[in-house]
């Protein structure tokens, strides 16, 4: 198969990072389209790719088009994702899927019937770390897994007058902290044990109960360079801070503290997996690090090294030990995986990806916690399994 054309939807922080990675592997943009055609053009012409399309409906329209990526807000996700798949394009999307259980069910459902492959971007299992902990998990290593608990907490919208298109539930949807970040935790303790969560409690706090919203568009992350002066005070109707507690498939407990609210806290992700024969502890902002802990002999500190990793880390390791490697090369290493899919016709035996099935489960999750928030109640997750 020649190599396919690519486009990618959504020229914010997102959107440009897809780029950056797809040109790291050598896969050739061949167009891009925004927020309007202007968007499209100056990025088209400032990142030196060949063309730019008017609408998203042009780019449907184009038969060279091949796949699709998706960076756009989260309310545009199932209508393009949809349009895409019945056009017979393969969709990488940004997370969450869509904005409801229904909509990614519908969504996942069509990914099947057309054979296309679909993936959502849960990039935090592509640390070769997280690969390396998993690989030593089904090893036995940690034995059986009985406490998993962690943070994902963040501080970008810290202040009253931080603002982003999430904060609008039209846009970003019902949940915020739990489906923007809390689904790459989940998402990543789950991939790494082969557990399934069961049942969840959940409660929110809303900290900044009103808001102050400026005139024009805020890209993600750069208030805090750029000062909002606006006096337009908002109510926020979705969650700065997520509480939840977990209950696993083999009866193991859980619970995790999620931010966006949290000072000094700029993307700090840990967990840590009590198992009977040891633990595990990895903390993104120090990506490059394993924590292990025993009972009976000392702790160890496991450094990112290929040739100290089992084969099928060691293959998803895109530098020696002592060279290291962060957020950016996760992105090379989930397109790497879903781009190989594509030309081989199957997915990869290790380091599979998140596709759009997993979107769904992720969607799953988000409605019984939301549910369990609302009535204030453990709720199973197959309550709302339809």
């Not at 809303?206 to 808001?211: A, D, P, S």
């Not at 988000?366 to 399994?385: G, P, Y």
Request: charged share 25%.
């Amino acid at each position: 198969m020649s190599d396919p054309k690519v486009v990618v939807v959504g020229l914010g922080f997102m959107g440009r990072t897809h780029i950056q990675s797809l040109r790291r592997l050598g896969v050739e943009v061949h167009g891009v389209a925004g927020i309007d055609e202007n968007e499209a053009q100056k990025t088209a012409s400032e990142l030196s790719i060949p063309k730019w399309y008017k609408s998203f409906t042009e780019v449907i329209a184009d038969s060279e088009v091949q796949v699709v990526h998706l960076c756009t807000p989260n309310n545009l996700h199932f209508d393009q994702a949809k349009q895409a798949l019945l056009s017979g394009k393969h969709v990488l999307c940004e997370k969450p899927l869509a904005m409801s259980m229904d909509e990614s069910r519908e969504l996942a459902k069509l990914a099947k019937e057309k054979r296309l492959f679909t993936a959502v971007n849960y990039n935090l299992r592509f640390y070769p770390i997280c690969q390396e902990a998993k690989a030593r998990i089904s090893a036995g290593d940690l034995g059986e897994p009985y406490l998993i608990h962690g943070a994902y907490l963040q501080d970008w919208l810290f202040l009253k007058n931080d603002w982003n298109w999430r904060l609008e539930p039209e846009q970003g949807g019902d949940l915020r902290v739990v489906a923007d970040i809390g689904t790459h935790w989940m998402d990543l303790v789950t991939y790494l044990t082969g557990l399934s969560i069961t049942e969840v409690m959940a409660d929110f706090s809303i900290v900044h109960k009103t808001r102050l919203q400026p005139a024009g568009e805020v890209q993600t992350y750069s208030g805090k360079l750029e000062e909002n002066r606006s006096t337009n005070e908002v109510s926020i109707r979705t969650e700065d801070v997520a509480l939840i507690l977990f209950r696993f498939s083999n009866g193991a407990l859980g619970n995790v503290t999620l931010s966006q609210v949290s000072a000094g806290r700029k993307n700090m992700l840990w967990f840590e997996i009590g198992g009977s024969k040891s633990a595990m502890r990895w903390q993104q902002e120090n990506p490059n690090e394993l924590w292990i802990g025993f009972r009976d002999q000392p702790n160890q500190l496991l450094s990112k090294d290929p040739s100290l990793f089992h084969a099928s880390s060691r293959a998803l390791t895109g530098f020696p030990g002592g060279h290291a490697e962060g957020y950016p090369d996760t992105f090379v290493q989930v397109f790497k995986q879903f781009y190989s899919a594509i030309k081989t016709g199957k997915m990869p035996e290790t380091g599979k990806f998140a596709t759009f099935e997993d979107g769904h489960h992720e969607m799953e999750l988000c409605e019984a916690i939301r549910l369990s928030a609302l009535e204030n109640r453990w709720v199973k997750v197959s309550e709302v399994v339809k």
